[in-house]
């Protein structure tokens, strides 16, 4: 993936940069490998800083209601001062590592839709500061996440759309500013009980926080109320769980517990979601099935459909992009 653009904030005859991504595919604690090449123009140029930013959009909350924000979640300085000499050639390499946070962009190889991502090159000479055009990144599940979104899947639960919503996660520990829902239909099995799933990953090098809000049917004289799970997992539980069965008693779980304790849900730790305070249940460790392994995975090519948008943007942040 490239992208090569005259620096226009430096005028006519200014350098050129020319970003290469190794390979835009990448996974939560991965990293993006590439170079910055910059081309000097007519005139020698003091460069500030070259610095590589990953870009994407988020939900954020307000009086007004929600509105999308872009923003600049991680960012990493390729290099700091340095003379670019009329028409020189300049290229530097970089090794940019990736948020454990980081929000899945894509699953089964298709995009998520709801979801886009960019590495943006940022050059800085004297007092004007170019911010260049976007080089789509592409985020995929870690083997745990892949998992879990398998047995979604398998259990019937379809795939109706993600985003990111800025805010925190009381009891949970965050790096970023914003958290990944992965919002289903709920599966027929779990009859009334259930309306929508939405699916949060919280990663860190050696575990995984999985938060589940379910939100409940209610009818016309019965309001509907949300539920809260959560439970950690670690990344070596990959491939020594049945996640099929997992998920199946997680699910079934908050389901009892709504249905036998009255009011807005069961006793827990309280967390701030959605600009309002909710409750979910007591923190749970995995539970060891039978173990699957990668067999779910066999069934990756009837269930990307769901989860891919209708069609592929090519140049994301285009209208944004236009107004720097």
């Not at 460069?47 to 979640?73: C, K, P, S, W």
């Not at 298709?110 to 960019?118: A, C, Y």
């Not at 589940?212 to 949300?226: I, P, Y």
């Not at 036998?260 to 979910?280: K, S």
């Amino acid at each position: 993936m490239v992208f090569k653009k005259m620096l226009g904030a430096f005028g006519v005859g200014g350098p050129t940069v020319d970003t290469v991504l190794t390979d835009p595919n990448t996974h939560p604690g991965g990293t993006l490998a590439g170079q910055v090449n910059l081309t000097g123009g007519n005139h020698d140029v003091d460069i500030q800083h070259v610095t590589l930013g990953l870009v994407t959009y988020m939900e954020v909350e307000g009086g007004d209601g929600d509105h999308g924000a872009r923003a600049e979640f991680h960012r990493l300085t390729v290099t700091g001062p340095m003379r670019l000499a009329q028409g020189r050639h300049t290229t530097v390499p970089f090794t940019l590592a990736m948020p454990w946070e980081a929000p899945i962009t894509a699953v089964y190889g298709q995009p998520l839709h709801g979801m886009t991502m960019g590495a943006r090159t940022e050059v800085a000479v004297a007092r004007a500061v170019d911010k260049g055009d976007l080089d789509p990144v592409v985020v995929h599940p870690l083997p745990v996440q892949q998992r879990i979104l398998d047995a979604f899947a398998q259990l019937g639960f379809r795939f109706k759309n993600a985003d990111l919503e800025y805010g925190q996660i009381a009891g949970v520990h965050q790096t970023l500013p914003f958290y990944q829902e992965i919002e289903y239909f709920a599966a027929t099995q779990y009859g009334p009980a259930l309306n929508e799933v939405e699916l949060t990953f919280v990663t860190n090098p050696h575990t995984v926080d999985i938060v589940l809000e379910f939100d409940k049917r209610g009818g016309m004289f019965d309001g509907g109320h949300d539920t809260y799970g959560r439970h950690t997992v670690a990344h070596t539980d990959a491939d020594t769980i049945d996640w099929t069965q997992q998920v199946d008693a997680w699910i079934r779980q908050a389901v009892e517990r709504r249905q036998h304790l009255p009011g807005q849900g069961a006793p827990g730790h309280g967390y701030r979601h959605h600009g309002h305070y909710a409750t979910h249940g007591h923190d749970s460790h995995h539970g060891h099935g039978s173990g699957v392994g990668g067999v779910l995975l066999g069934a990756a090519g009837g269930l990307a459909a769901g989860y891919a948008a209708s069609e592929v943007v090519d140049e994301v942040f285009d209208d944004e992009d236009s107004e720097d």
